[in-house]
């Protein structure tokens, strides 16, 4: 029934609504609904009043009735749209988005928060094509700008990101955020004389002092760039490991009252992890219980290495825990100095083998990574397989797969090119399962790998390894360096101009020749 309420009714709810007493809209809405009086604009009040009240499933399901009434109106997927973003659910938000603009195609706002979207899911390359589409029409958008630069920022085109956000500059002015975020660009295409410029010019702002942490990790002033580092985790640039908002409560880590307990919390990917526990041992002669919260694939790993250790799971009593610390500001209390690395560098309590020298045999075992799955630096580190024919040619040589991911088209395709098997098949899940891997890398006389997880875990295990570093290297591993404080077992091995991996394939093939 399609009856008109009173116009006394009509202006309490209005009164209510605009004073925000959305519990009173609410009631008086099931009131009215009672008596058969139901129309769009009364369910658009009562799907607004429960998402003020963050009753989203039941905003949700209201939303999806005003649409059902009015499958035309873009306003009502817009609206839903909204909801599904202020809930992080992207997916839902994608697809409802989509249906608006089937109504109302090209809609600016409609294209803006669809990109948004994909830029949470990781899906640049569309979150790029909403921008051009808006850029098309309206090239002075500074939001289309900015959603084209942190997507393009995204998959690694660091360079049409600055040209993005220089534009923003020449509409609006030189905004300290923008300035921080050209300078972060600089620092990512191994610029850092700009990058020091465009930090200068944005002040002093989190962002600023953040990406100069990077700088002056990059060569090697530990002491000023730790503390700078720490800013990161109010900037997001540091992550830590989902659900560790339930660890809100339990005070920070202060090494000169916390003596009795803390709990490590994981952040980044699983290679940041391992990195940083390698300063664990430290800690462990500070504090007596040390508690962990990290990627669960790493807690065989990290067991066997550090015994001491308690996991942390879903339903664990978080009461007799004194304080906490994200792993990686470990480093800072730690690791000021380069003499701080060495002093404490132990070897893994498991492994049996010397670093420094390989098995004197008619074969050696190599473990091969040559790929990564992050979008943003994966264009620069990732080796063609094609590209190891020369090492693949050594006879003296067996292969073993360290590689993660579904590589089996790669290696199939080398493998009738060149007429032999690579690698023994195994079962090991090189993704998920860690500690299998762990058990390949330990049968490996020397891994070969990219920047990525698999450095991380053979360094850790103390096994000798050759890093295949990009022209422009992550901070951690330096400038020109061809050794790193974090794993004594490790060798780098850099390009000497952008995405030329032949010569330094050439000199590992002829260190492998040697042996």
């Not at 009043?49 to 963050?54: D, F």
């Not at 997927?77 to 109302?104: G, P």
């Not at 002093?204 to 002491?223: E, K, M, Q, V, W």
């Not at 993660?404 to 032999?420: D, Q, T």
Request: glycine fraction near 4%.
């Amino acid at each position: 029934m399609n009856v008109q309420i009173s116009q006394i009714e009509r202006q309490t709810l209005e009164k209510n609504f605009q004073s925000n007493d959305f519990d009173k809209v609410e009631k008086n809405l099931h009131s009215i609904f009672t008596r058969g009086y139901k129309n769009v604009w009364l369910y658009s009040l009562l799907a607004v009043s429960y998402a003020k009240q963050k009753k989203f499933k039941e905003a949700e399901v209201t939303f999806l009735k005003i649409i059902e009434l009015e499958p035309n109106d873009f306003d009502h997927y817009f609206n839903l749209a909204n909801l599904y973003k202020e809930t992080k659910a992207y997916y839902k938000c994608i697809n409802t988005l989509q249906l608006a603009l089937e109504v109302r195609p090209s809609d600016k706002k409609a294209l803006i928060l669809l990109g948004a979207n994909y830029y949470q899911v990781k899906n640049y390359k569309k979150a790029i094509y909403c921008a051009n589409s808006i850029l098309e029409k309206d090239p002075l958008s500074t939001e289309a700008l900015n959603l084209k630069a942190i997507s393009d920022i995204g998959i690694g085109k660091f360079k049409d990101a600055i040209d993005c956000f220089t534009k923003i500059v020449s509409l609006k002015g030189e905004e300290q955020g923008i300035l921080s975020d050209i300078a972060a660009c600089y620092i990512f295409s191994g610029d850092l004389i700009n990058a020091k410029k465009f930090i200068q010019l944005s002040g002093n702002n989190i962002g600023a002092r953040y990406n100069n942490s990077l700088i002056d990790l990059t060569f090697g002033n530990y002491l000023n760039g730790w503390n700078e580092f720490e800013l990161g985790l109010k900037k997001n640039s540091r992550i830590l490991k989902k659900g560790s908002e339930k660890f809100k409560n339990i005070p920070d880590f202060d090494p000169k009252i916390h003596k009795r307990s803390i709990l490590l919390i994981g952040e980044q990917g699983i290679g940041d992890e391992i990195m940083y526990s390698t300063i664990i041992g430290d800690l462990s002669k500070k504090v007596k219980k040390i508690y962990l919260y990290c990627d669960n694939r790493l807690e065989l790993i990290f067991k066997d290495k550090f015994p001491f250790l308690e996991f942390i799971s879903n339903n664990y009593n978080l009461n007799n825990i004194e304080s906490k610390l994200p792993i990686g500001s470990l480093a800072r209390i730690f690791r000021n100095y380069e003499k701080d690395f060495y002093n404490c560098l132990e070897k893994n309590l498991n492994t049996n083998c010397n670093s420094n020298v390989l098995k004197l045999s008619t074969r050696i075992n190599v473990g091969l990574s040559w790929h990564t799955e992050n979008l943003q630096f994966g264009p620069e580190r990732n080796i063609n397989l094609n590209s190891l024919i020369p090492i693949f040619k050594n006879k003296k040589l067996n292969f073993i797969n360290l590689q993660y991911g579904n590589h089996e088209h790669e290696i199939n395709n080398l493998e009738a090119k060149i007429g032999r098997k690579i690698f023994l098949k195994d079962s090991i899940d090189n993704k998920n399962d860690i500690y299998g891997l762990a058990k390949k890398i330990k049968k490996c006389d020397l891994v070969i790998t990219i920047d990525n997880s698999t450095v991380h875990l053979a360094g850790f295990l103390n096994k000798k390894t050759f890093l295949l570093l990009p022209f422009v290297a992550d901070w951690r591993w330096q400038l020109h360096r061809t050794d790193t404080p974090w794993y004594n077992s490790v060798k780098l091995f850099r390009q000497n101009k952008k995405f030329e991996w032949d010569p330094v394939i050439s000199k590992i093939r002829k260190i492998l020749e040697r042996l």
